[in-house]
């Protein structure tokens, strides 16, 4: 279990229900509830939430609300994540992309040719609390164009906005009418911006033509930017899924059947004779124990039983996996696996999705004070800072970012093939972005290579609907066996996904050289245009450096250029959704708009594996609907809470009776 050595102060109350926890308690004991090795008397419970990551999560600490006499066991592969500094502290964050990160899950894709014969790695949450614990922490919401693509009873942008709320206390400028104000998961600022890196990119927006709008999260708006929230704390702390929803429940004693266990992987669901979810087999994660190799060989898989209910909440990456060790997925995979074919789903891994990201640097005049770096050249002691509750630790790093789209001229610019793509899926849905682009002001590589001790920071540009798809399997029914894993970027067909990045490229080019804070170019990190080139990298400047509304000119070599970068540097936004997804089997669905898997009973999936499409938005607030759907979901159906007061924001059809614990008995905790 991870040990922490943050210094905790309790200002309030131990938990709550409706409002998120902004400090933490002063004992650092165990969680009642939590464990790292199942008592003998605890192998049969009501519900088993196979992961305990942001849907996990949500899930678990709702079904506890609704009837704490309901015993839930989350089962998850990572540590516990209560109080450890790199998760609480938002500053921190890029400690959780070191590959030797016990707080996150690395996935190795299979080499490929269109990505210069690169083997790209997928990121994911590897702890208690899922992505929610080691993200970027920035609040997007998708479009309404997206949920209603879902095309599924219960699943429409009017259905969810209810969803959309109840997880959120909001401290944004956006109206009433749109967020939520009561939820676990706090929206704010935290406790620092960047202000003068902040300003560049909205002014230098406004100049190419972008209006800045004072909400962007509404569903609707779009083609513009916006001063960016996050999941922070007011205060400066980090707002996960595992700290809004588990942890105050646990420490609380106010809910003795919600247990959790972690560092155990689930290997498989167990079905009895009639297809029948009944409890799943799990072993100790070897990563959390002295030599890995011999400890896996040595352990026998354990069991526990499920008596009402099973859910895989795993991940995009993990829940399929599941899936297919459990004899649920593409008989021709599982039995080249050497797997049992439980129920024949060719749907399960299949059409894997994620927003591609590229990543270009750029030197400024920003201070050490007003970047990010500090945390990771070694510039700031981190210690230190913990100590002092710098104002630094309360922060992503991005504090601007939009939704863009091309004029007209860009659509013709960008070719026949292009311009086909843009009036079937985009010119009709005003709410749907191109491409996300993002300021954050830090450099993410190894800052022993720049050239001079200037502040430099990254400018991220990410698909919001990549065309490529991808595929996740198994080859073997063990935990260790190798996964095929295609992440499918940039092999769609005409190249559309891959002039999306070239235009977002020069767009934001454009940008950089507008604002205040410019004083060059990372070489490295941008296209190695050729010799004479009018478009070449400018290392280093005394400020802007444009002329009037003159653009800057490419060639056909330039473009060819700016591919080769693309390919070579284009990545992963940790957002990876679809493996599962909500659909009819003749679509390659996986469950039905009730998450309940085709073909067997007993078990459902809540987590990004199951929306049906991709959304304009990073994932992590998708992740927070989908569970609390979910719960609403499972409630219902599991017949929860029947004498309390009815209030689901959905009429399923089925028998009502969600009931949180009475708003006197949630304590509010204090701020």
Not at 56 to 79: H, K, N, T, Y
Not at 332 to 359: F, N, R, S
Not at 460 to 470: E, F, H, I, L, V
Not at 585 to 604: A, F, I, N, W
Request: hydrophobic residues 35%; charged residues 25%.
């Amino acid at each position: 279990m991870a040990s922490s050595s943050l210094s905790l102060e309790s200002t309030g109350p131990k938990y709550a229900i409706h409002k998120p926890q902004y400090t933490f308690p002063k004992e650092t004991a165990a969680d009642m509830g939590l464990y790292t090795k199942l008592p003998e008397d605890l192998q049969e419970v009501d519900v088993i939430i196979a992961g305990g990551g942001l849907a996990g999560c949500v899930v678990a600490g709702r079904l506890a609300e609704a009837d704490p006499d309901l015993s839930i066991l989350i089962i998850e592969q990572g540590p516990n994540n209560y109080a450890v500094p790199e998760i609480v502290h938002p500053g921190l964050f890029p400690r959780n992309l070191h590959p030797n990160s016990k707080h996150t899950l690395f996935w190795q894709g299979n080499q490929s040719e269109v990505l210069a014969n690169r083997r790209p790695i997928v990121p994911s949450g590897g702890t208690l609390g899922g992505g929610s614990s080691v993200n970027w922490m920035v609040y997007t919401r998708a479009a309404r164009s997206d949920y209603d693509a879902f095309d599924a009873p219960g699943w429409s942008a009017d259905e969810l906005y209810p969803f959309l709320k109840k997880f959120e206390n909001y401290q944004g400028k956006g109206s009433k009418d749109h967020h939520g104000f009561e939820g676990p998961i706090g929206v704010s600022s935290g406790s620092f911006r960047g202000k003068r890196g902040e300003d560049a990119f909205i002014e230098a927006a406004t100049a190419v033509g972008y209006t800045e709008f004072e909400d962007l999260q509404n569903l609707d708006k779009n083609h513009g930017t916006e001063r960016w929230l996050r999941y922070v704390a007011p205060n400066g702390r980090r707002s996960d899924a595992a700290h809004g929803y588990i942890h105050p429940k646990l420490r609380s004693g106010d809910f003795p059947n919600l247990h959790v266990l972690v560092e155990k992987q689930v290997v498989r669901v167990l079905f009895d004779e009639n297809k029948k979810a009944v409890g799943v087999e799990y072993q100790t994660n070897a990563r959390f124990q002295a030599n890995p190799e011999m400890q896996v060989a040595l352990q026998a898989p354990k069991t526990v039983r499920a008596r009402r209910l099973v859910v895989c909440s795993a991940g995009a990456n993990g829940t399929p996996l599941i899936l297919e060790r459990s004899g649920v997925g593409n008989a021709q995979i599982l039995e080249k696996a050497g797997v049992k074919v439980v129920e024949d789903l060719p749907g399960v891994g299949h059409d894997y999705q994620d927003h591609h990201l590229t990543l270009y640097a750029y030197r400024t005049n920003l201070t050490k004070r007003e970047t990010l770096n500090g945390f990771l050249d070694g510039g700031i002691d981190i210690q230190e800072a913990i100590r002092n509750n710098d104002e630094l630790l309360g922060w992503n790093s991005m504090d601007a970012s939009g939704k863009f789209r091309p004029t007209e001229a860009g659509v013709e610019a960008l070719g026949p093939e292009f311009k086909a793509a843009w009036e079937k899926d985009f010119k009709d849905k005003p709410d749907k972005p191109l491409m996300i682009i993002a300021l954050y002001l830090a450099y993410f590589a190894d800052h022993s290579s720049l050239p001079d001790d200037s502040q430099y920071v990254s400018m991220a540009n990410w698909t919001a609907y990549p065309y490529s798809r991808g595929h996740i399997h198994i080859t073997g029914p063990g935990l260790l066996d190798p996964i095929d894993f295609d992440v499918g970027y940039l092999k769609d067909d005409n190249d559309i996904d891959l002039k999306k990045h070239i235009w977002a490229y020069k767009l934001q080019r454009e940008m950089w050289r507008r604002m205040p804070i410019f004083r060059g170019e990372l070489a490295t990190s941008h296209p190695k245009f050729p010799e004479g080139s009018k478009a070449a990298v400018i290392e280093k400047a005394d400020g802007p450096i444009f002329d009037g509304e003159k653009r800057i000119e490419y060639t056909a070599e330039d473009e060819k250029a700016i591919e080769q970068k693309i390919r070579e540097i284009v990545s992963t936004t940790w957002h990876s959704l679809g493996t599962c997804k909500i659909a009819s089997r003749e679509k390659m669905g996986v469950v039905d708009p009730t998450l309940s898997v085709h073909g067997v009973t007993g078990l459902k999936l809540a987590d990004l594996s199951v929306p049906p499409h991709n959304v304009g938005a990073n994932t992590g607030n998708t992740a927070y609907v989908v569970g609390e759907r979910a719960a609403d979901l499972f409630i219902k159906e599991l017949g929860l809470g029947q004498q309390a007061r009815v209030d689901s924001p959905v009429d399923d059809g089925q028998a009502k009776g969600y009931s949180p614990v009475a708003d006197e008995q949630a304590k509010e905790v204090g701020v």
